[in-house]
C-alpha cells in the first residue's frame, strides 16, 4: 500500500506518464539518425553531439510520431478570417513553431493542411498545439478551445474566427 502511495505522489508531468512515445528509456546517450536531435540522461535537445564516447542510433520520439503519422496535437482553424488571411497566419503558425523548436527539440510541425473549413495543423508535442492556439489568439481574438484526451497525451485545439 505505501509503495502504491508513494509512486502516485511523484510529480512526474502527466504527459511523460502516459504518452507512448516518451517511455522509452535509453542505456546511455544517443542521436536521432533523421533529425540530429541528441538524448542524454533521457533528454532530447539540439545540443552539440559530442565526439567521443559511445552514442546510439535511435529514433527520436518527434521523428517516431513523424513516421507513425501520429500526432500529441492537432490544431484546427476555421472560419472565414482564414481564407483571407492564410499567409499570415502560416507564418505566425510557423513562427511559434520556430521559437518552441529551438528550446524544445520534439515540438515540432507534422503537417499543415487545408480544410474545408479552414486549416488543419498537426504537431509532434502537447506544447506546441497549445502555443499555437495562445499565438492565434493574441494575434486575432476569435474562439479558442482546448480539448484534452483523458490520458493528457493529445491535445485538440480548435481556433474559430468568421
Ligand atoms: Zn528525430
Avoid at 2 to 10: M, V, Y
Avoid at 31 to 47: D, H, L, N, T, Y
Avoid at 100 to 114: F, G, N
Amino acid at each position: 500500500m505505501d509503495k502504491f502511495r508513494d509512486r502516485r505522489q511523484e510529480k512526474l508531468p502527466q504527459t511523460e506518464l502516459h504518452d507512448p512515445y516518451l517511455k522509452q528509456r535509453l542505456s546511455g546517450p544517443a542521436k536521432c539518425p533523421e533529425c540530429g536531435a541528441f538524448c542524454q540522461a533521457g533528454r532530447w535537445s539540439w545540443q552539440a553531439i559530442p565526439a567521443n564516447g559511445h552514442i546510439d542510433d535511435v529514433k527520436c520520439p518527434a521523428c517516431r510520431r513523424i513516421a507513425d503519422q501520429a500526432p500529441a496535437g492537432t490544431v484546427t482553424l476555421s472560419g472565414d478570417f482564414i481564407s483571407t488571411h492564410q499567409d499570415e497566419i502560416l507564418s505566425l503558425v510557423r513562427n511559434t513553431e520556430a521559437r518552441e523548436k529551438s528550446e524544445h527539440a520534439l515540438e515540432r510541425i507534422m503537417q499543415c493542411s487545408s480544410s474545408p473549413d479552414g486549416l488543419v495543423v498537426t504537431t509532434t508535442g502537447v506544447h506546441l498545439a497549445t502555443r499555437i492556439g495562445h499565438a492565434l489568439d493574441a494575434a486575432y481574438k476569435g474562439h479558442t478551445e482546448y480539448q484534452y484526451s483523458d490520458s493528457d497525451a493529445h491535445v485538440r485545439v480548435n481556433w474559430l474566427r468568421n
